[in-house]
Nanobody, 126 residues
Framework: QVYLIQSGGGLVQAGSSLRLSCAAS????????MGWFRQAPGKEREFVSA????????YIADAVKGRFTISRTGAPNTVTLQMNNLTPEDTAVYYC???????????????????WGQGTQVTVSS
């Protein structure tokens, strides 16, 4: 059984950067499509970014395009979300998600994921 362990996040000022990580525990991310979602207080969970199991394809939400980057290079079994030029509107709890798939297409729908991390708070002050 693969578990997702998130790290990163915190309180920063507007314009700062943060990196979120999502690591697989108890297995490997091989053949797992990965995604990042966020949920602000009083709002529904929204898609942020997704990456295919191979890392060859990515999707990024318009709200964060040009500022956020998803990657699965680097540490083995780890997916990162690099967040630059943060704004107060980025304040939310961020969740990573995973699903085993043979498709090379990233997945944007939260309902298609069956593994979720514990959530990480990101707070951006103005």
């Amino acid at each position: 059984q693969v578990y997702l362990i998130q790290s990163g996040g915190g309180l920063v000022q507007a314009g700062s950067s943060l990196r979120l990580s999502c690591a697989a525990s108890g297995g490997t991310f091989r053949n797992y499509a990965m995604g990042w979602f966020r949920q602000a207080p009083g709002k529904e969970r929204e898609f942020v970014s997704a990456i295919s199991w191979s890392g060859g394809s990515t999707y990024i939400a318009d709200a964060v395009k040009g500022r956020f980057t998803i990657s699965r290079t680097g540490a083995p079994n780890t997916v990162t979300l690099q967040m630059n030029n943060l704004t107060p509107e980025d304040t939310a709890v961020y969740y990573c998600a995973a699903v085993f798939t043979r498709s090379s297409i990233p997945i944007r729908e939260s309902t298609e994921y069956d593994l979720w991390g514990q959530g990480t708070q990101v707070t951006v002050s103005s």
